[in-house]
């Protein structure tokens, strides 16, 4: 038995959702990011077409959270160009020269962007409707009804209709994860980032936050999802991307990288991973050292 085919849905290929365009919405060319001394990300080349969804997996420290900030101009990386839409994100040509651009200009690009987190960052003092409402009023202008109105349908969107009253010390963490992906999803952008979206949950958390994440895949929501949840990625990814040591070592669909894998890092990797976590779909210990 061949444990990784097992993590793979039964038809072959990508998902159904596959890119509908073949325009990138995100490229990233020659990527490069240090702090101090260290090398973080080492001339990262990376594609993400609009409705794909794309899962970054790797060791930790290899790099995979600083891309995903980079993406969301969190980091200012040092060498290379993230282009969100086509436009440069980070820096701007100013009399030939690359400056690092303006909070203005920073906020412009990154406009269609959302971001969830490992941790849930709500407001404590504010409903899980407040929450989301917040930056509708504030930083997009939209009138108290207009915004609770799409609050509400967000809220709903995420299975949460019923708590918009609660506030986050009443929610678990399950759901409080769910209001964050709903306040992101509020201000309705082009593409969403997820930074190991479940690892602060307890285990019989994880399931309900991946279901939300797996129904806007099936929406077409463009996704760039850093995660540990290898089951995940081999059902809901068009493209897995490898990353070891601040380098994209291997990427490709989840047939390519879970079962055909060649790539002697990629392939320790797995059995590592593997051999820590007997979660097979079944039920079942089959781990490699035991199937």
Known sequence: MNVMTDLLPSSSGAPTHAAGSATPLIEVRGLGKRFGDVEVLRGVNLEIARSEVVCIIGPSGSGKSTLLRCLAALETYDEGEVLIEGQLLGYSERNGRRMRATAAEINRVRRNVGMVFQQFNLWPHMTALGNVMEALVRVRGLPHDEARRRAGAMLETVGLSHKGDAYPAK?????????????????????????????????????????????????????????????????????????????????????????????????????????????????????????
């Open 171 to 291: 929610l678990s963490g399950g759901q409080q994860q769910r209001v964050a992906i709903a306040r992101a999803l509020a201000m309705e952008p082009h593409i969403m980032l997820f930074d190991e979206p479940t690892s602060a949950l307890d285990p019989e958390l994880v399931g309900e936050v991946l279901q939300v994440m797996k129904q806007l895949a099936r929406d077409g929501m463009t996704m760039a999802v850093v995660t540990h949840e290898m089951g995940f990625a081999a059902q809901v990814a068009d493209k897995v991307v490898f990353i070891d040591q601040g380098r994209i070592a291997v990427q490709g669909n989840p047939r390519e990288v879970f079962h055909d894998a060649s790539h002697p890092r990629l392939r320790q990797f797995l059995q590592n991973y593997f051999d820590r976590n007997a979660f097979w779909t079944r039920g079942e210990d089959t781990s490699p050292s035991t199937a």
